[in-house]
């Protein structure tokens, strides 16, 4: 659109120059005088492929009319675009000999054109505004963008190299921390998995061998886990798995969960609402996820109380809730006895990010009965 305007700039101004508005009178037919500046225009307009046209059209028409604005216009692109030592100095030497080839037309029609291209101070004026000044705009202009170009690829440079740092100080305290769990976490469980097996073996008692291969099958599961974490810590890209690690759990794997809470001696119902269709999978992932939690929590602060799990599939949703009764009386003396279990106290903080992650909501509050309700909204 630009190089259309200076096409047209180019052709009117010509045009009134060629008419001696603005220059010299050419004394031409306006027949001829139209298609000279139709001409100096539509050099101007193919600039934007390549200025020598102009250039040309520029030397002519200058030499014979001192119709300056397409020389002035291509002063200016070969200040944008000439090298800076030969070419600049090719293009000034034939500038000169325009101006000399102008002198001598001009000495030869007397007149106007006479006293502006054959006089000395004349023609230095006009070739310092139509050819020095241009030219050293282009220059000026050309500079300009060079040094913003290198400012921008420096800027880019820069962000880049502090993405790769910032990169690599992830990686490192990834590693760093994939290290620490395998050191003391992997330790402690692989301990209780071998104990729980021990004892397995060694107990008379049905039941408690019963509880023993339980536990030894929970830590096994959660040293898979711990792997699977494990390995993701040590990706070289967030979100990298390797193809030998286990999936994720999802819904398809609740009531395996809800078996193992219920040999904890908690009571655990579930109840499915709407009608089961397949979600996206990091939906399901989450809904698991939520129960697991929820029912940690239960067994943790309200012992063997029992639990209300709940799948309602709606429209556009899936909804997950885990209500517990208010805890019951005393405990028997095996769960009394036992430590309260530690906890970090990040569980339900780190539920409410999965769900607003996926655009879902995460409620947890205590019902009248003294129970206690964990529910989420997910969109599926």
């Given at each position: 659109?630009?190089?259309?305007?200076?096409?047209?700039?180019?052709?009117a101004v010509s045009l009134f120059v060629l008419t001696g508005q603005m220059g010299v009178p050419?004394?031409?037919?306006?027949?001829?005088?139209?298609?000279i500046a139709a001409a100096a225009g539509v050099a101007a307009w193919h600039a934007r492929r390549s200025w020598w046209p102009l250039?040309?059209?520029a030397a002519i028409a200058y030499a014979w009319l001192v119709m300056w604005p397409p020389l002035m216009v291509a002063s200016y692109f070969a200040g944008r675009t000439l090298d800076r030592t030969r070419g600049l100095a090719a293009y000034l030497g034939g500038c000169l000999a325009v101006c000399g080839l102008s002198a001598v037309i001009g000495e030869a029609r007397?007149?106007?054109?006479?006293?502006?291209?054959?006089?000395l101070g004349n023609a230095l004026f006009m070739a310092l505004g139509v050819i020095g000044l241009p030219v050293a705009v282009g220059l000026w202009t050309r500079a300009r963008s060079e040094v913003l170009a290198a400012a921008r690829e420096r800027a880019e440079r820069l962000e880049r190299e502090q993405v790769m740092r910032a990169e690599q100080a992830r990686i490192q305290e990834r590693a760093r921390i994939a290290r620490e769990m395998h050191d003391v976490v992997a330790h402690r469980v692989s301990?209780?998995?071998?104990?729980?097996?021990?004892?397995?073996?060694?107990?008379?008692?049905?039941?408690?061998?019963?509880?023993?291969?339980m536990i030894g099958e929970i830590g096994r599961e959660a040293l898979a886990n711990l792997r699977d974490v494990l390995g993701v810590l040590r990706a070289p890209r967030p979100g990298g798995i390797d193809a030998g690690h286990r999936p994720q759990p999802t819904l398809g794997d609740l009531d395996r969960l809800l078996d193992q809470t219920r040999a904890l001696g908690i009571a655990v119902t579930r109840h499915d609402?709407?009608?089961?269709?397949?979600?996206e999978e990091t939906v399901e992932?989450?809904?698991?996820?939520?129960?697991?939690?929820?029912?940690?929590n239960v067994h943790k602060h309200a012992?063997?109380?029992?639990t209300d799990v709940r799948l309602r599939y709606g429209d556009g949703e899936l909804e997950v809730e885990v209500r517990n009764q208010a805890p019951h009386g005393p405990r028997e003396a095996p769960h009394a006895a036992r430590e309260a279990l530690p906890g970090a106290g990040w569980g339900l903080v780190g539920l409410r990010e999965r769900v607003e992650l996926l655009g879902g909501t995460l409620r947890t509050t205590a019902d009248e009965s003294g129970g206690f309700v964990v529910s989420a909204r997910i969109p599926a």
């Open positions: 659109m630009r190089f259309v305007l200076l096409g047209a700039g180019v052709f050419s004394g031409l037919p306006l027949p001829l005088m139209l298609a250039a040309a059209v007397d007149g106007l054109q006479e006293m502006l291209t054959a006089t301990l209780m998995v071998l104990h729980a097996g021990a004892l397995e073996v060694r107990t008379a008692d049905e039941e408690s061998a019963r509880a023993a291969a609402e709407g009608e089961p269709r397949p979600v992932r989450t809904a698991y996820r939520v129960i697991q939690e929820a029912l940690t012992g063997d109380a029992g």
